[in-house]
Nanobody, 122 residues
């Protein structure tokens, strides 16, 4: 079982930056596949980025070149560095772990989810 707790959300002006963190409580190592998912107002959940245990990453086209996902295996923590933020990046951001098959098709399919942290860009 994995428990995930996000932090680092907040309000920022367009063009600003935020860094989200996700502390993972596990009995051993970080799951082999983790990611960030967001849900904007009135929108469906969107897969933002994933990372595997070899630090291989994937990104949604909408965030490529602006966001960076990373992980600290010692501290069991997942990060999302968000730069050049836009109003359309506004939403609840969820940390998630253990990718399902649909994740590899770009859908947010994970076994474990955090409670989310709000990001507002305006």
């Amino acid at each position: 079982h994995v428990q995930l707790v996000e932090s680092g959300g907040g309000s920022v002006r367009p063009g600003g930056s935020l860094r989200l963190s996700c502390a993972a409580s596990t009995s051993s190592f970080l799951p082999s596949c983790m990611g960030w998912v967001r849900q904007g107002p009135g929108k469906e959940r969107e897969l933002v980025a994933t990372i595997d245990n070899g630090d291989g990453t994937t990104y949604a086209d909408s965030v490529k070149g602006r966001f960076a996902i990373s992980q600290d295996h010692v501290k069991n923590t997942l990060f999302l560095q968000m730069n050049r933020l836009k109003p359309e990046d506004t939403g609840m951001y969820y940390c998630a772990a253990e990718c399902g098959l649909d994740t590899f098709h770009g859908d947010p399919d994970f076994r474990y989810w955090g409670q989310g942290t709000q990001v507002t860009v305006s």
